[in-house]
């Protein structure tokens, strides 16, 4: 982050870390309905928590209450003044309060922390590159399928906002509310004003962020839900009326079409454990010299197809898959064995890697007719997985194989993602592949 900007951000929150505090007793059902998120998709306490851009951390000392090891990181030195304060007030202890930028986590070490809450940062920073940067640390300092939770502010905030506090905004700011349609920001005023600097999104935008930094989406909740703006009165009521609105607000949360109508975006992502299975596999293949390829899914996702991946297919010989089973002798789940089915045939093995099947196939053969054709994929190319080469086939060559098979919807999610010229070249037959 610039440090003129995070100087400006820290200052803004420095001088109303109050106001921080009380707004989300003024915004109860934001508070009640990303309560009720964590709840449902933390792990059991003591995990460890960041609370990554917490403010004065009214998640932290929640979290802390319910049996969290919470570590608070901020910017801004009032609000973990603040928060400090109100943990002793509600005799509570958090694991640690520390001041800093979201783009440099360097003082955490890798894997360190079961979840992440970034329920500030990325709408404070402006730059792609910086937001970029700030989910690459936290995944870094994520454990194997480690949880994010990541708040963004909806691109329609502003205007909706303006419609109740300021309604001639759209008239006598035009400039500024086309700019932020355009681009989602919204550019300062001037004048020396304390000023609330932010990157709205368009709702469509927030997933693949996300997802471009390595994670899994499992969830995206606009968590005002139905009462985003018209709010009072339900955030007046209490026991029973109370919990039936957050339950309504809750269960309505994941659907798309009100996500442009809520203020706050929550998007509840993982670090896949098959990365770090896969790194593993990668790393001692190729210092055993065995040869492979992933494929399916997996290599889909490594060319950038935004997808979930269940479990992992790696292609060799056979000789290949039996020193596969030698080299991962306690991941065995069933032996490398000659089987075959109906359609195919290949020395197969299964094999399981902290929760993640890898199925390995040696001399992988199809039926055609009544004989046995090679279908084993032809290209290959190597993608970086953080840091560790990986071999993986052509995302052409697995479109063509989904066409084959049928898998028409996956092949629709892979072709925005090809290279036109190799496309063409395997379908012209220029490079000859087992997959057609």
């Known amino acids: 982050m610039e440090k003129s900007l995070g100087h400006e951000i820290a200052y803004y929150y420095d001088q109303q870390t109050e106001a921080e505090w009380e707004r989300l007793e003024r915004h109860r059902t934001e508070f009640a309905v990303t309560m009720r998120a964590l709840s449902e998709h933390l792990p059991p306490s003591p995990a460890r928590v960041l609370d990554c851009g917490g403010g004065p951390g009214r998640y932290a000392i929640e979290l802390a209450r319910r049996g969290y090891q919470v570590t608070l990181f901020d910017l801004s030195p009032a609000c973990l003044g603040l928060a400090e304060k109100k943990a002793t007030e509600a005799g509570l202890a ?26 500030g940062p990325l709408y404070h920073l402006l730059g792609e590159e910086d937001r970029h940067q700030a989910l690459a640390e936290v995944r870094r300092v994520l454990k194997p399928a480690g949880l994010l939770f990541a708040a963004f502010i909806s691109r329609y905030a502003v205007p909706r906002y303006a419609a109740l506090y300021d309604p001639t905004w759209p008239l006598e700011q035009q400039e500024r509310l086309e700019v932020l349609l355009a681009t989602g920001r919204l550019p300062p005023r001037g004048g020396g004003e304390l000023e609330f600097l932010a990157h709205f999104d368009h709702p469509s935008q927030v997933g693949p962020l996300v997802q471009s930094e390595g994670f899994e989406v499992q969830a995206i909740l606009g968590v005002e839900g139905l009462v985003d703006r018209i709010e009072t009165e339900v955030n007046a009521l209490s026991g029973q009326a109370w919990e039936a609105w957050v339950d309504l607000n809750y269960r309505v949360a994941p659907d798309p079409t009100i996500h442009g109508c809520t203020a706050h975006l929550l998007v509840i992502a993982s670090e896949p454990a098959w990365r770090s299975a896969l790194r593993r596999i990668a ?44 080299l991962f002798p306690d991941q065995v789940v069933e032996p490398v064995a000659l089987r075959q089915s109906e359609i195919y045939r290949s020395h197969l093995g299964r094999f399981d890697f902290d929760g ?32 560790t080469p990986v071999r993986v086939s052509w995302l052409e060559e697995e479109t063509l194989a989904y066409i084959r098979r049928a898998r028409l919807d996956r092949a629709t999610q892979c ?17 000859k592949i087992g997959v057609l």
């Open 94 to 119: 958090l694991a640690g309060y520390e001041q800093g930028t979201a783009t440099d986590l360097s003082r955490f070490s890798d894997q360190s922390f079961d979840a992440v809450l970034l329920l």
């Open 283 to 326: 790393g001692q293949l190729d210092e055993a010299g065995v040869a492979y390829k992933v494929v399916g899914g997996a290599a889909a996702v490594l060319h950038g197809v935004p997808e979930p991946v269940k479990d992992l297919d790696l292609e060799t010989d056979a000789d290949g898959a039996y020193r596969f089973q030698d």
């Open 356 to 387: 993640v099947a890898v199925d390995v196939m040696g001399d992988l053969y199809r039926r055609e007719a009544d004989g046995w054709v090679p279908t084993a994929t032809a290209t290959e190319t190597v993608v970086d997985l953080d840091g």
């Open 415 to 431: 072709l925005p993602h090809c290279d036109r010229d190799r496309l063409l070249a395997l379908l012209r037959g220029e490079r």
